[in-house]
């Protein structure tokens, strides 16, 4: 027995589709993107210490995703094989991350439009870090293959406008690592009601003062746990001597 | 007699093919049309086509591994380049240097290293020294056909083993064997002189840079009685280059550094030219 066919407008076909993969991604926990003073830094809420939700791609590039987890493992995977193609037909300096944005959208793009294929559930962001703060690059992919260039920080994932929220209180761009970690931690804890503890925190930078041409560096847990346990009391003399300048007290 | 190939006008049979005392068609056909032969294809002497790079010496010490190459390319007899780079980092935590046809060597690097980075990113963690090692020797044996041509490719592999915390080294053939190397090893056209030399030099409590002391004797002694490998040139300050590699990782070691210890060898080789006096028992 065959089901009967009904006729369904392509208006709600793409609703559909689009309400289908916005809950899956809302049932997920959240990752920030954000820039830094040195860089680009990725903090995601992810228990699991081996299904990660940031990665590398490449020299520069980096790559964080919520929803579902097998779908954005296949998109990292062919990231990774289309930035090494790539720089090794031509040059390591010629893989970029708008290139790679591109790709990602094409994909998620024609994946969103295949009626007999169902929409993926993620968003993506796909981050690079220039030689100085001014080339560095956050793209933000949705289901839909849809592309957006953002400034300063990109949350995604179910407590995403939360946390955007917080972050846009008090988030600076030029702070020192030990310090933005601290922030974006913040507004995790902000937008929970509770804080990020270091055993649910997945964090990694793409830090443009490393010496190697591999940028990407994933951050320990000892090192999450020292930015994000309370600062001790500020004594006044060590202050004025903090070489963390501008960026120390700005916020 | 010379064969005359070329038969001018109608002869029934050709004169020289009667003076041949073999019943062998092979030999018939090699002396007298020898480009009929597969073995008459392609280059008779590859030397004369790419620049070929010439010895690596490799050796382990306490606390890591220590791998220099020279300089020199040649092509032939003529130097093609004086300031080549063979030995590269191949990851964070292991090193190849490569002898043989250069263009086909450096490509072969490229392709390791990509290949190494390539499974880090994907599987999110690194290859054993073992596997990495493997890997080499199945691109190794990718060249096979054209080693066969003479455009052959000796790689030599050196890392540190984090899981027996030591470090060792790889030599290779062009067949893609891959051979686990105690102590030291040298590959290229120099490698008979710089294994001779560290035969004598070797120990295995050396430091890394006692080591680095011995690979850049070991090349001395290579340049020293083979014409394909550079010796240190003072006049242009080009110096081997020397790569090590620990728990810390891989360092390639600095142009003050290494200018320092190539200038001490080069003295020491002033009072004794044939290098340090080992002793006799």
Known sequence: ?251 | MTADLNFKGPRLVPFDLLAERTSSFCDVVARTQPQLLPAARGPASSADLAPTATTIVALTTADGVVMAGDRRATMGSLIAQRDIQKVFAADEFSAVGIAGSAGLAIEVVKLFRVELEHYEKIEGAPLTLDGKANRLAVLIRGNLGLALQGFVVIPLFAGWDAECGRGRIFSYDATGGCYEETGFHSVGSGSVFARGALKKLYRPDFTVSKGVQAAVQALFDAADDDSATGGPDLARQIYPVVVTVTQAGVARVGEADLAKVTNLVVASRQRRPDGPEAKLA
């Open chain 1, 1 to 251: 027995m065959t089901a009967p066919m009904f006729y369904v407008s392509p208006e709600q076909q793409i609703k559909d589709r689009a309400d289908f993969a916005r809950a899956g991604i809302a049932r997920g926990r959240s990752v920030v993107v954000a820039r830094y003073r040195d860089g680009v830094l990725f903090l995601a809420e992810n228990r699991s210490q081996s299904l990660r939700k940031v990665a590398e791609i490449y020299d520069r590039i980096g790559f964080a995703a919520v929803g579902r987890y097998s779908e954005f493992e296949n998109l990292r995977i062919a990231g990774i094989r289309h930035a090494d193609i790539r720089g090794y037909a031509y040059d390591r300096r010629d893989v970029g991350g708008r290139m790679l944005a591109n790709a990602y959208a094409q994909v998620l793009g024609t994946i969103f439009s295949t009626v007999t294929e169902k929409p993926y559930e993620v968003e993506l962001v796909v981050a690079e870090v220039g030689l100085d703060p001014a080339g560095d690059q956050l793209f933000r992919l949705s289901f839909d293959g849809s592309i957006t260039d953002e400034r300063d920080f990109s949350v995604m994932g179910g407590s995403a406008e939360a946390i955007a929220a917080a972050l846009r209180e008090t988030y600076a761009t030029d702070l020192a690592l030990p310090r933005a970690l601290a922030q974006v931690a913040a507004a995790f804890g902000a937008a929970h009601g509770e804080p990020l503890g270091v055993e649910a925190a997945e964090a990694a930078v793409l830090d443009r003062t490393r010496h190697q041409a591999r940028k990407f560096r994933r951050l320990a847990a000892a090192e999450v746990a020292a930015a994000l346990e309370p600062p001790p009391a500020p004594k006044r003399r060590s202050r004025s001597r903090s070489r963390g300048g501008v960026g120390e007290t700005a916020v």
